[in-house]
Nanobody, 126 residues
Framework: QVQLVESGGDSVQAGGSLRLSCAAS????????MAWFRQSAGKEREGVAQ???????TYADSVKGRFTISQAVAESSLYLQMNRLKPEDTAMYYC????????????????????WGQGTQVTVSS
């Protein structure tokens, strides 16, 4: 049984940094394509970044140069380092894992991910 548990969400001021963590368990999930998504009130879920153990990483244009996704297989964890945070980054952030070991495509699309965590809230004030 796959479980994904996010942590690290907090309230910060614009320009600040946060590091989100996702603890993964079950079925070699930490070796698979994993991603971060976010959803704010009244908006659709947005793919933030995805990565796999092959070293590839894909980011949404809105976070390129500010966010870094990393996967630590030995720790069964996924991380998202978020720098230079903006109020528009305010959202519930979700960790997700795919069935595949490598991330397909150049967009972070929810339909490619089978497993989801419960989310961690990030609030950025101006």
């Amino acid at each position: 049984q796959v479980q994904l548990v996010e942590s690290g969400g907090d309230s910060v001021q614009a320009g600040g940094s946060l590091r989100l963590s996702c603890a993964a368990s079950g079925e070699n999930v930490s070796r698979k394509c994993m991603a971060w998504f976010r959803q704010s009130a009244g908006k659709e879920r947005e793919g933030v970044a995805q990565t796999d153990t092959g070293g590839s990483a894909t980011y949404a244009d809105s976070v390129k140069g500010r966010f870094t996704i990393s996967q630590a297989v030995a720790e069964s964890s996924l991380y998202l380092q978020m720098n230079r945070l903006k109020p528009e980054d305010t959202a519930m952030y979700y960790c997700a894992a795919a069935e595949s070991y490598y991330c397909p495509g150049r967009k972070v699309e929810a339909r490619r991910f089978a497993y989801w965590g419960q989310g961690t809230q990030v609030t950025v004030s101006s």
